[in-house]
């Protein structure tokens, strides 16, 4: 190479895994340039609630929260039954307060969400911005990029990285809009590249329960780190790992956010009764959802948990898209949503003898910590939906990226949907958060490793 490189570290992908890369990275001191192949920055988490898993948080503090960060990672490892890197759950438990401190100290307006639990978590730990959008998390992130001076080279994609014999990444080969290359010299190179939810070709290969599901996230997300992890020998881990979501509005696009049903809400199927245990998870509900006739359900709500809802925007937008309809009586409900009467009015009777009798139903679900549905009610007409894959490249706790035979590349990292999740092989491991989890803490772990990377070799 010659006298010394283009950047110090270039980050790829412009979600919020890169951009709190190179935040990180700006931090210690390197120059950064963020290539991104949209004309702006937004990626997967734009189309999320942008909510942020943390542990030991003066907010819970202050809320009388009791939590820390063993908790978390136990919470995590409960739910994907220790089918996952332990090693790495641990450190991102263990810097998750410390994350959202590095982003508010950067003008990210983040607060504890209060009010209701998410499944899988035992105490109240997520934080969001004040409309509770992704949008506006990655507004917050740009914006924080732009005063730290990070070079954004939007409409441009990484081709490929450029490795020695040694897999040292020399360089960055970026795509630009008419096909042209151009080689980025760089110290160190972070994948935030996201994952390949929109490559039906992978997700048949890799995923196949979810082949021909609706895919509701970033198209961007096409998985071209796949053929250069082969191409290097890197390792891929739990290449079936998805987040999935059980309450996409069918035919609207929106998502029907999962309090409807954690806070006591249902899901019936056409034939007007209930066929899973909702409150498992809306990942894994996702193919059940599209396991019942028509590939739709219907998730059923009362006023007392749509008054929890108006926190929301995702939720407000779902009304104005028409999504949600409301009934004063479950015969109204029934004639509105083209369900039998007689069926669905016997399963919210049973729902309601199991509230006030905590009997579990079938499925093992158990009502009674919440109070019984009560007319007015809400519903939608769901489907299952892809929201973004869970596997990928094998990374250590310094989000270096590591070979097949365990051994890690000497400048290379990655994080966000490129790496590998935390949510074990499957779908049934995922917890609220651990995309965004993984994407800010493994973001910020990479950029200081990248930016200490590049200052080692540059002395």
């Known amino acids: 190479m010659a006298s010394g490189p283009d950047f110090d570290v270039v980050v790829a992908g412009g979600g919020a895994c890169g951009l709190v890369a190179a935040l990180a990275a700006a931090s210690a001191g390197a120059s950064v340039l963020l290539v991104e192949r949209d004309p702006t920055l ?6 999320s609630t942008g909510l942020i898993p943390a542990a030991g948080t003066p907010d819970q503090a202050a809320a009388g929260i009791v939590d820390s960060p063993e908790q978390l990672a136990g919470d995590i490892l409960a739910k994907s039954g220790g089918r996952t890197d332990a090693a790495i759950v641990r450190a991102l438990a263990e810097g998750s307060a410390e994350t959202v401190a590095f982003l508010r100290a950067r003008g990210v307006p983040l607060s504890l969400v209060t009010g209701f639990l998410y499944p899988g ?4 730990r997520m934080m969001g911005t004040p409309n509770r959008t992704g949008e506006e998390l990655m507004a917050a992130l740009a914006a924080a990029a732009e005063a730290a001076d990070v070079t954004v080279l939007s409409r441009a994609r990484l081709a490929e990285p450029l490795a020695d014999a040694d897999g040292r990444v020399e360089a960055a080969a ?3 809009p008419d096909g042209s290359l151009e080689e980025v010299r760089c110290g160190a190179l972070v994948l935030a590249c996201g994952g390949f939810a929109g490559s039906p070709a992978a997700i048949a290969r890799h995923i196949p329960e979810m082949a021909g599901a609706t895919m509701h996230g970033h198209p961007g997300n096409r998985g071209d780190w796949i053929g250069w992890a082969e191409r290097l020998g890197a390792r891929l881990a739990d290449m079936g790992s998805y987040q999935g979501h059980a309450g996409l509005a069918a035919g609207h696009g929106v998502p029907i956010l999962w309090p409807t049903i954690t806070e006591g809400g249902i899901q019936v199927n056409r034939a007007g009764v209930r066929f899973a245990d909702e409150s498992r998870g809306y990942s894994e509900q996702a193919a059940r959802v599209n396991a ?3 590939g739709v359900a219907f998730s059923i709500w009362d006023a007392r948990i749509e008054q929890v809802m108006a926190q929301f925007d995702d939720h407000r937008d779902a009304h104005r898209a028409g999504a949600i ?11 509105r949503l083209g369900l039998p009467a007689a069926a669905l009015a016997a399963t919210l009777a049973d729902v309601a003898e199991r509230t006030r009798t905590g009997t579990p139903c079938p499925f093992g679900r158990t009502f009674a910590s919440r109070p019984p549905l009560t007319p007015p009610y809400f519903a939608a007409r769901v489907t299952g939906a892809l929201f973004h894959t869970q596997g990928g ?4 706790t310094s989000a270096r ?15 966000g949907g490129a790496a590998r999740g935390i949510s074990g092989p499957g779908a049934d491991g995922y917890i609220a958060g651990n995309g965004l989890l993984a994407a800010t803490g493994l973001g910020r772990i990479a950029g200081l490793a990248a ?5 080692e070799a540059a002395r």
């Open 393 to 396: 490249l094998a990374v250590d």
């Open 325 to 335: 309809v409301t009934a004063d009586s479950v015969e109204a409900l029934a004639e």
């Open 292 to 294: 019942q006739p028509g």
């Open 174 to 176: 970026v795509e630009r």
């Open 401 to 415: 990226v590591l070979r097949a035979d365990g051994t890690p590349f000497p400048n290379l990292f990655a994080g």
């Open 42 to 47: 937004r990626g997967t988490t734009a189309m």
């Open 121 to 124: 978590h035992s105490v109240m």
């Open 451 to 455: 930016a200490a990377c590049a200052t």
